[in-house]
Every structure is written in structure tokens, then in C-alpha cells.
């Protein structure tokens, strides 16, 4: 089984300021990890993901996440906040093992970069 | 780029009647393609997986007769919400997967919001 937590419902940061989004997971074999963020009324736009290598992984819009093993976490952070960037933020894990094609999003956390 | 498109964006129907959501993979094949529903504040639920060509798999819980599934292409997957009442009231959404690409990202569609009167 896998399954994916995002502990924080909503994260405030001043604008300017960095910004963290947590996320933690659980699969039975090796990872793979996604960000995504999703605007109102809208799809889901990729972000980041993490396969294999170099732990910190970059990607859209300035964004980054470090992929910890031994923590079994994938946080999503970004040096310096933009107002823009506020949004809904998707954590999600596919396991590795068993070749199943789902995957599975957390609930979501709300970013809202304050002016 | 990956785009995904979804049509139509909004559709307000009666009780009783089917809608049909198109979802179109528009610069890449997709052999396989999701479908999604979201409700207010809350994550992506998934309903199905649809492959290319074959029958869709469905999650548990989901009523397969209800919600139905087509594949035709590696650029077109359909779902028809068939006897739609105001419960099926959502935010559909489709995902498709690049089959070629190394960890197995989905681009995603802009949704469609579905409101059943």
C-alpha cells in the first residue's frame, strides 16, 4: 500500500519571505514523487517530481524539493515567496514496486503568500 | 510541452440526462489516461484508469454502468456520466501519461465543472 500526508491544511508566509509545504509518505519499495499546484477552478499543473539521483530536485516557478529517505519526506520549498505563488499544493507518490499505475495525491495544502 | 485538454470546461444539465466529458492529450500519445473527481476543499479521487484500446479499470465504489469510460484513441478518452443527479455534482478531472517518459508524470486537464440541477 502507499499513501501520501500533508500535514498542513493552510501555510502563511509574508511575500519575500522562503516558503515550506511538508509532505511525508509511506510506500513498500522505492518512490517516485510529485508536486503539483492547482489554481481555482483549474487543472492540475506539474510541478517537480523525484525518480532517482541527486535528492534535491528542481523545478517550476523557482520551486525545489528535497527528497529525504530516511525521513520519508519530500517538502516542497521555494527561497523566496511570491504572491503569485499562492495556490493549492498536491504532494503524490507512486510506489515503485508491482508496476501499479496509481497514484496516490495527499489532501492538499492551501499557500498563501500574504503582500 | 505535455497539454491536456478538457471540453467542455462547465456544463450544468437535469437531473436524469447523461453528459459526456471529452479529454484530449494534444501534442503527445497517450496510452494511458485518468479520470479524476474533486470535491470542494478536498484531493483528487480516483475514479479509473483508461487504457488505450482495452476496458477501463475502475476504482472501488465506483459504479462502472454509471460512469462510462471510452478509449478510442491514444488522444481521446471520454467519460459519460449517464443518469447524473445532483450528488454527481463535481469537478472532473483527466490525466494523461506519456508512456515513453521515465517516472510516469500526468499532465493534467483543466477540469470540468458538472452541476446537476
Known amino acids: 500500500a502507499q499513501s501520501v500526508a500533508q500535514p498542513e491544511d493552510q501555510v502563511n508566509v509574508a511575500e519575500g519571505n522562503p516558503l515550506t509545504v511538508k509532505c511525508t509518505y509511506s510506500v513498500s519499495g522505492n518512490p517516485y514523487l510529485f508536486w503539483y499546484v492547482q489554481y481555482p477552478n483549474r487543472g492540475l499543473q506539474f510541478l517537480l517530481k523525484y525518480i532517482t539521483g541527486d535528492n534535491l530536485v528542481k523545478g517550476s516557478y523557482g520551486f525545489e524539493a528535497e527528497f529525504n529517505k530516511s525521513q520519508t519526506s519530500f517538502h516542497l520549498k521555494k527561497p523566496s515567496a511570491l504572491v503569485s505563488d499562492s495556490a493549492l499544493y498536491f504532494c503524490a507518490v507512486r510506489d515503485m514496486a508491482g508496476g501499479y499505475q496509481k497514484v496516490t495525491f495527499g489532501t492538499g495544502t492551501k499557500l498563501q503568500v500574504i503582500p | 510541452g505535455a497539454v491536456v485538454s478538457q471540453h467542455p470546461s462547465r456544463v450544468i444539465c437535469k437531473s436524469g440526462t447523461s453528459v459526456k466529458i471529452e479529454c484530449r492529450s494534444l501534442d503527445f500519445q497517450a496510452t494511458t489516461m485518468f479520470w479524476y473527481r474533486q470535491f470542494p476543499k478536498q484531493s483528487l479521487m480516483l475514479m479509473a484508469t483508461s487504457n488505450e484500446g482495452s476496458k477501463a479499470t475502475y476504482e472501488q465504489g465506483v459504479e462502472k454502468d454509471k460512469f462510462l469510460i471510452n478509449h478510442a484513441s491514444l488522444t481521446l478518452s471520454t467519460l459519460t456520466v449517464t443518469s447524473a443527479h445532483p450528488e454527481d455534482s463535481s469537478f472532473y478531472i483527466c490525466?494523461?501519461?506519456?508512456?515513453?517518459?521515465?517516472?510516469?508524470?500526468?499532465?493534467f486537464g483543466p477540469g470540468t465543472r458538472l452541476t446537476v440541477l
Open positions: 490525466s494523461a501519461k506519456k508512456e515513453a517518459l521515465a517516472g510516469d508524470t500526468q499532465y
